[in-house]
């Protein structure tokens, strides 16, 4: 993953990214729903496609709203599809649906999004893949991992000489030494 922070350092376009969000830790819940939804459309795509229909996304999925996606019915579906400026895949666009329901009943059996990434970590890449597969739709490992990685619950997103590295490690992520300790697996 290092080859990133050579490759977005001064990017107009990843840049901004790669210095205040990526690898950041997240506790949000439409910002964590946001960032899996990203990542699930980024699939086979370049990310900085992502980053270019990120505005799009926003609108399109009325700002990552956990309860509204839940309740999309066909229309909204026909709607998604028919809008060019998102990614018009339907398996991406379901999967986007189904997951926003799964996450809205993580409130009640966990407390929320951040709660259950919490009550599972610490994990290893392949038991979060195992979890993410179990749990959500269209999230295989290259996804998962990523999605974990950009929100601090991996490490990998920085090498340690890039300057974010340093920020994101004072902030104890919980991929972070320091941090493991007060998440169990319980």
């Given at each position: 993953?290092?080859?990133?922070?050579?490759?977005?350092?001064?990017?107009?376009?990843?840049?901004?990214?790669?210095?205040?969000?990526?690898?950041?830790?997240?506790?949000?819940?439409?910002?964590?729903?946001?960032?899996?939804?990203?990542?699930?459309?980024?699939?086979?795509?370049?990310?900085?496609?992502?980053?270019?229909k990120?505005?799009?996304?926003?609108?399109?999925?009325?700002?990552?709203?956990?309860?509204?996606?839940?309740?999309?019915?066909?229309?909204?579906?026909k709607?998604?599809?028919?809008?060019?400026?998102i990614?018009?895949?339907?398996?991406?666009?379901?999967?986007?649906?189904?997951?926003?329901?799964?996450?809205?009943?993580?409130?009640?059996?966990?407390?929320?999004?951040?709660?259950?990434?919490?009550?599972?970590?610490?994990?290893?890449?392949?038991?979060w893949v195992?979890?993410?597969?179990?749990?959500?739709?269209?999230?295989?490992?290259?996804?998962?991992?990523?999605?974990?990685?950009?929100?601090?619950?991996?490490p990998?997103?920085?090498?340690?000489?890039?300057?974010?590295?340093k920020?994101?490690?004072?902030?104890?992520?919980?991929?972070?030494?320091?941090?493991?300790?007060?998440?169990?697996?319980?």
């Open positions: 993953m290092s080859w990133y922070c050579d490759y977005a350092i001064g990017d107009p376009l990843h840049g901004s990214y790669h210095d205040t969000e990526y690898g950041f830790e997240i506790t949000d819940e439409s910002m964590l729903f946001e960032r899996l939804v990203l990542e699930i459309n980024q699939a086979g795509l370049n990310w900085g496609l992502i980053l270019k990120r505005p799009a996304f926003v609108s399109a999925f009325e700002g990552f709203d956990v309860s509204r996606i839940a309740r999309y019915d066909d229309n909204d579906r709607r998604l599809l028919n809008d060019a400026a990614i018009r895949n339907r398996l991406k666009i379901d999967a986007v649906i189904h997951n926003a329901g799964v996450v809205e009943s993580m409130r009640d059996s966990h407390g929320g999004f951040d709660s259950w990434l919490r009550q599972h970590h610490p994990m290893i890449k392949p038991d195992k979890l993410f597969k179990k749990t959500f739709k269209f999230t295989g490992g290259e996804i998962t991992g990523e999605f974990l990685m950009s929100t601090g619950f991996l990998g997103t920085h090498r340690p000489d890039c300057p974010v590295y920020i994101i490690e004072r902030t104890c992520p919980p991929w972070s030494e320091a941090s493991v300790g007060f998440y169990t697996t319980d």
